[in-house]
């Protein structure tokens, strides 16, 4: 039985497809559009760098660290570990630079400790052996992947601080808790593989989906509202 309703087996491509987990990679760019669309976007060159940059970091690389042995889970049989830490540093890498890129052209220094702060989550959450597993656990996954990304598309669209941005991070924060809570129940069952379990998947997956839907459409009108 399969390991999540989007997942794709038989090849090393249909395995990048489910490490990917678009339909929540898309979920955190989502909160990252809600960041940048408070108040209105200022630097829309910015804004779809860092999409970019939180799909290379969240969507490949903590993903692709999550596959290696020993860390938080494993469903990839085709891709073997060289390759799976290959994409995840080098996806890594390439979102830092990004980050690091705008920092410089726009001179906001003072919002440098954005980057080694996302960057950290992507290795300390999927990493179930860094500190006993300490941030590998629901809260800072809702932490890392929902309060943080608004946070981050707040500062860097207006690169000054303030505390408008939390209200729309903790609402991030709190759907990132249901949807973490329903992936791991779901999984739960399907993983015992029982023929009599597979009617009681059903609603929780597609409330994952709506709850999927609902982020992507609060990114798109704070995006719109905003401009």
């Given amino acids: 039985m399969r390991q999540n309703w989007y997942q794709l087996k038989g090849s090393k491509w249909a395995e990048l497809w489910t490490i990917l987990h678009l339909p929540y990679?898309?979920?955190n760019l989502s909160f990252l559009s809600i960041g940048f669309g408070l108040g209105g976007i200022n630097r829309w060159e910015v804004y779809l760098s860092m999409l970019l940059a939180y799909t290379?970091?969240?969507?490949?690389?903590?993903?692709?660290?999550?596959?290696?042995?020993?860390m938080g889970s494993s469903y990839v049989n085709k891709l073997s570990s060289g390759e799976l830490k290959l994409?995840?540093?080098?996806?890594?890498?390439a979102?830092?630079?990004?980050?690091?890129?705008w920092m410089l052209i726009l001179e906001a220094w003072h919002l440098?400790?954005?980057?080694?702060?996302?960057?950290?989550?992507?290795?300390?959450?999927?990493?179930?052996?860094f500190m006993g597993g300490f941030f590998h656990n629901d809260f800072w996954f809702s932490f890392s992947w929902g309060f943080t990304p608004v946070?981050?598309?707040?500062y860097l669209n207006h690169l000054d601080f303030s505390l408008a941005f939390i209200p729309w991070a903790v609402l991030a924060t709190l759907i990132s808790a249901i949807e973490i809570t329903l992936s791991r129940y779901t999984r739960t069952l399907r993983r015992l593989n029982q023929e009599q379990l597979k009617?009681?998947?059903k609603k929780p997956e597609f409330a994952l989906k709506l709850l999927c839907i609902t982020s992507y459409l609060l990114g798109i009108i704070m995006i719109l509202g905003g401009s």
């Fill in 199 to 201: 009617p009681l998947i």
């Fill in 112 to 129: 440098l400790w954005l980057i080694p702060l996302q960057s950290f989550f992507v290795w300390a959450y999927p990493n179930s052996n």
């Fill in 56 to 70: 290379l970091g969240l969507g490949l690389a903590a993903h692709s660290f999550d596959q290696l042995p020993g």
């Fill in 95 to 101: 979102g830092i630079a990004l980050g690091v890129y």
């Fill in 151 to 154: 946070m981050v598309g707040y």
């Fill in 87 to 93: 994409i995840g540093v080098t996806s890594l890498v």
């Fill in 25 to 27: 990679t898309l979920m």
